[in-house]
């Protein structure tokens, strides 16, 4: 599975991005998929995952009630669309796929992230 990650970009805090990741391959819809982030100076962490059918999600203590996590598995493609934006949420998030819930080295498959900037 090759994962490309997009939507990011600069907002300032209190709005709104909606990231997307595209998967390759015809496997897509068994695998749980997740998103995780690093600041700069900082090891990556967890932000949001779901199940292979998006019947069960996680959150982050950090993000929940502000992120939600999604997924169109005709599209193979997984959302994460963030609301109510704060500068500490500044990072690079990836989406990541194969893997159980928050456990970074569960997930067997990684985009190459972008870069999400929130200004004060």
């Known amino acids: 599975v090759q994962l490309q990650a997009s939507g990011g970009g600069l907002v300032q805090a209190g709005g709104s991005l909606r990231l997307s990741c595209a998967a390759s391959g015809r496997t897509f819809g068994i695998y749980s998929m997740g998103w995780f982030r690093q600041a700069p100076g900082k090891e990556r962490e967890f932000v949001a995952a779901i199940s292979w059918n998006g019947g069960t999600t996680y959150y982050a203590d950090s993000v929940k009630d502000r992120f939600t996590i999604s997924r169109e598995n005709a599209k193979n493609t997984v959302f994460l669309q963030m609301n109510s934006l704060k500068p500490e949420d500044t990072a690079v998030y990836y989406c990541?796929?194969?893997?159980?819930?928050?456990?970074?080295?569960?997930?067997?498959?990684w985009g190459q992230g972008t870069l999400v900037t929130v200004s004060s």
């Open positions: 990541a796929a194969g893997g159980l819930g928050k456990s970074i080295p569960s997930y067997a498959y």
